[in-house]
């Protein structure tokens, strides 16, 4: 257990649908970290919120929304869903802004768009 | 902006057997280099990272890395391999002095499998 924790681990839906992922960071770190990870693409940096305020931003659809909230847990909010963007989506968390350490990420939602 | 290239999509190997699995990144300024390893079905785990200091990083796991700047290559490497090696391996890179809008984004390569048959 890397103390990071995501939920649901598995998810299926429909297109046009709109889900929410959970992770809850490990205990004492402020930033966390979306990823997506799909077949074609490897991994692709989403978003980055550090204690409640985003940080860093990368190609990030617009039909996806994240915040983090006051106890530090994060939601990624994906609407309008397509088939392609079924893929693994990774949540990471570090101790401080930067990810100088590395990051911790959790076991990741397998999203199946159906 | 940074990138990475892994060179190898996959390396099947023998037990025992040494193994390098390479990385070059691209980079304008001074960067900070990871290596993850992912078993099926779970997150990815920290290997081993250079920060700054001695260019050859070890991992507990008997990995070694060495960070060639000129090579602006992160090789990673294992004298001799074991079955429960098997998994992929990614290498990672971000700015050492990231600000703005790559505040703590790593950048990743597309991965290495390596396979280690008995």
């Known amino acids: 257990d890397s103390g990071v924790t995501q939920t649901p681990k598995h998810l299926i839906t429909a297109t046009g649908q709109r889900v929410t992922l959970r992770c809850s960071p490990r205990s004492g770190d402020l930033s966390v970290y979306w990823y997506q990870q799909s077949l074609d693409q490897g991994l692709q940096f989403l978003i980055q919120?550090?204690?409640?305020?985003?940080?860093a931003k990368g190609n990030i659809l617009e039909r996806f929304s994240a915040q983090q909230f006051p106890d530090l847990h994060s939601e990624l909010n994906l609407s309008s869903l397509e088939l392609g963007d079924s893929a693994l989506y990774f949540c990471?968390?570090?101790?401080?802004?930067?990810?100088?350490?590395?990051?911790?990420f959790g076991s990741g939602t397998r999203l199946t768009v159906v | 902006a940074q990138s990475v290239t892994q060179l190898d999509s996959q390396v099947p190997v023998f037990e025992e057997a040494p193994v390098e699995l390479r990385c070059n990144y691209s980079s304008s300024v001074s960067v900070y280099l990871f290596w993850y390893v992912q078993y099926p079905n779970q997150g990815l785990q920290l290997l081993l990272k250079y920060l700054s200091g001695s260019t050859l990083v070890e991992s507990i796991n008997g990995f070694e890395a060495e960070f060639n700047k000129s090579q602006t290559s992160f090789h990673l490497r294992k004298p001799s391999v074991h079955i429960s090696d098997t998994a992929e391996y990614f290498c990672a890179v971000r700015g050492a002095n990231a600000g703005g809008t790559s505040y703590g984004k790593l950048t990743f390569g597309q991965g290495t499998i390596l396979t280690v048959h008995p």
């Open positions: 919120y550090y204690n409640g305020e985003e940080r």
């Open positions: 990471a968390s570090s101790v401080e802004g930067q990810g100088g350490d590395g990051y911790t």
